[in-house]
């Protein structure tokens, strides 16, 4: 069998070795058309191969990418590249500091036509050498085929951490399965991720020790939603939400993301305590995010005062003017308290809504995402990247910090690397439905430049694959827990956690008008049947 | 004579076979076959592919099953392909089995089970998780037998050769006149021997039962398969097929919602809708499912959405049950659909760069769907609301175009059509009264007949309303007074006593709908 395979390797090499660059090409100044088009994106050195699908017509086609330092480069035949591994690693590493050309040659009616090369320049910082998102259907309500995948960087590995198939059998015994995330990129080996509805409940992975926990309890509005490792402590801040869906009835957004209720929590994964952080009724916090220093907490919060006993209704009807602010509370490891909240950016103020705050590595740069309405920006075509210094912050009070908009296109879930040189970010700017992956070099000027999408094996997959990326996240270790353990925690059953009263040094609690959320499943689901038939 | 009853014999059970599977596949399942292959996902992407051949074994069936699936896009080379391989497999079997042909029809009967098992479904198709599966073990069982094939016969011949030999051998030491009076058994033995005859007959008689148990597993039941063909004539907009359907429908039989609403559809498309609603068969049959489901969401939510200008839900149910059941053609045509309409053109691509990798679906985003879109279009003239439709697509569809207000001049008739249906009052006046101008302008000053009879209805059930101005024909007056008269006449009789009664005269008019169908549930 291995002679086989090697057989067929150098058969596969030898082709590969045999394309020759035409000589009689005629060069033309058109632009090729190429998918995905990743042209003039900035590479890291350790990316996997930038396969393309070459679209402009032709009968022939042939790749050539080189740098100057190796201008004979690799040669690839056919309208899809299929680019060997190691030698665009070699290509790669000799390119740093450099750029990497791409000319495209096609051949119609019997004539080769060179196009202008494509090029990417290759810098010397490195990605995290794992992602780990969530691919699913762009649905609204159904979500059984959920899978949580991990992605090696250098290749194009995805390994199945978590298959949602293996306990969806039909929809009363399905859940969904979401949020994902890891505390300081996986370097301490602590995960966590939820579950709702059936087998409902949070899955804690602490190193080898794994259990599953309800977050739900009686004061609380919620089990546990967005989640945010401290960055050192076995703390995870969450949002507590009562979700609901409801249908734009002609905006191509199609569907609304509203919270109908939502406040933040603490839970001490030693003691399994929850405390209460934010629970003001009229504010609505949500979207939990550390300082890499564990010392403040960013948030989001839109404010709404309920005017009737249906706030579903009320929302409802003026989604499109609830808009978020983003604030912080200092932390003190020490006390364990919170202290007084402060406006980061008053978002409010410009008639725009911030949502995702995420600090850099270094502590230096704030970067969220801005929209018309609303905090479920994925869904929203306003939604650009922005970025303001954390410096000028404190001088600032009343959140008037300038801030760049980074990308003129829709973007949104957003997490820098562990160097804090690269951005991922979701988008669906590809087709305007289906998300998938970019990632953008940020530079020590804090410039972001042009994105370029996740490599595959096979350039089309992005485009005939029906599923989104969702909840994308950078690790530098991968997940130690396989498949099997993760599904035998999510059979085992919820710890309850205990209410341990607030977690601000002067709490203040405000009684909430109708909480209305189910024990273990977490956010509710408001579905969109408002007419009694 | 003797060969050409061998002939006979032989080809006597593959030729009823096929006769058979022909007639069941077409003669009474034609429609479902269409429907199965737009409910089957097969694309040749790599994509696709991979995805399928991670499966291993089963996957490779699976890609088989759902490219037999696939050519029932053409019902009659769907079905044909089907026989033939049901055909090979029966055959391969006698070969693996080396059965004599007197015992050959017994070969039949996996192929009439596996033939009754896919003939026998009707509703699941939708609720079905596995799409493409429908001929896994057809394909398993022929490959095995192709693979045993070979193997029996090397058998065969070696047993043959051994006993051969030994019957030499022992023949060598017996005499030698016993040896030339002896002849091999097998020369000795008729083809048509009474015992073959007789062996046939039984295994005929077995093939023949097995057949009857298959026709009679067959699902025929006739509103899904009314269901199927107004559904199919919708998809190619042919509005009139679906009122032939409506028409054919059999008096005896009521119809489920899904037909009432797809006749509803065509009469609103064809204009026909203010003449002729009530005069076509009402009601809410059951439909014949092994389990409660929103089979009218499921089988006709995206069409009736789609075409009633609802893209953005007629995207959602097709995006909600791609989740559940697959990537079906069918939900795809229509998610390109509602796309082109809502004027998304890169996710319209997207979606037909896909249902051209499937072998029978061709689709020109240029040229396709253009009058089919235009001919929406101006239903849209809406403004966006958050709402939701619990799943319930004819109750909400009624509700939101009954409670619509302005809008296009299509927009406000659909509008009128809901507010009849839903014999809504209030909601009727200010539809007609906009409506009166665009009739006097457009038609002559010819109110179509239902909407007067509706006037004359409400005004007499209100008392306060003035119809003198309003254009109402003198016969529809006279057959509305009749109508109070004989309702007076027969009023201490029950509802029931006066529904029969009335039906021959009033039973297509709005008057007999408003009074005397009642209860009926959407499902």
Redesign the interface.
Known sequence: MRHYQYLIAILILTVSCTAELPKDAMQTQEPVNVFPDNNGATLPPNIAPMNLRIDTEGEDYITHIYTKSDTDGIITEGKETDIDIDRWHKLLQGAKGDTIYTTVYVRTNGRWTQYPALKNPVVEEEVDPYISYRLI?????????IYICQRRMSDFEEKVIYDNRNFSVDAATGQCVNCHAYQDYNRTGRMQMHLRQHQGGTLIIDGKERRKMNLKTDSTLSAGVYPAWHPTLPLIAYSVNSTGQ???????Q???VIDYGSDLILFDMNTNKVYDIDCDPDEYETFPAWAPNGQTLYFCAAHYEQKTDNIDNEL??C?DSLRYNIYSRPYNPQTMKFGDKRTVLNAVGIQKSASLPRVSPDGKYLLFTLGDYGQFHIWHHSARLCLMPCDSIANHPQGNVPFAVLDDQQASYHSWSSNGRWIMFTSRR?????TRLYFAYFDLNGKMHKPFMLPQK?P??N????RSYNVPEWMVEPVQASKNELEQTVRTDALPAIYAGSALEQPIRKERATPTVDAVSGASQV?????N? | MKKTQTIIFRLLPPLLFITFCMIVLIGIRKEYLEEVAGMTPFYLTSTYGSQLMSQGLWGIATWCSSAICATMTHPLLGATLLTLLLTLLALLLQYCLRLKWSWAPLCYLPSLWLLGNFTCRGYDLYTFKASGTEFNWLIIAIAITAVLAPFTAWWTKRTRRSSENSKTSKTRQSSKSTQTSKKSPTSKKSPISKTSILYFSVAFLGMVLMGWYTHHRTFKDENFRNILRMKHAVDKDDWQQVLDIARQQNPDLAPTRIQVCYTRLALYKLGLSGESTFSYPDGDAEYAAPTVNQYLRLIAGPQLYYFLGKPNYAYRWCMEDMVEYGLRPQYLSYMLRSSLLNGEKALAEKYARQLNAHPFYQIDLEHDYQTECKAIEPLLEYNNILDGDGGHVEAYLLQNYATMRGGTRQMVTLSLDCALILKDINDFWPLFIKMLPVWEHENGNKIPRHYQEAALLFANLQGNIDLSQVNIDTDIKERFNNLIAEANANSQYGDEYNATRLRPLYGNTYWYYFFFTTGLKTN
């Open positions: 259907q762009p649905s609204y309500v159904d979500y059984e085929d409801v249908f734009h009835t002609r905006n191509t199609k569907v609304e409802d009807n989604y590809f087709d305007g439905n289906y096979r089309t997959y485009d005939e694959l029906f579905r969109g049947n408002k007419i038939y």
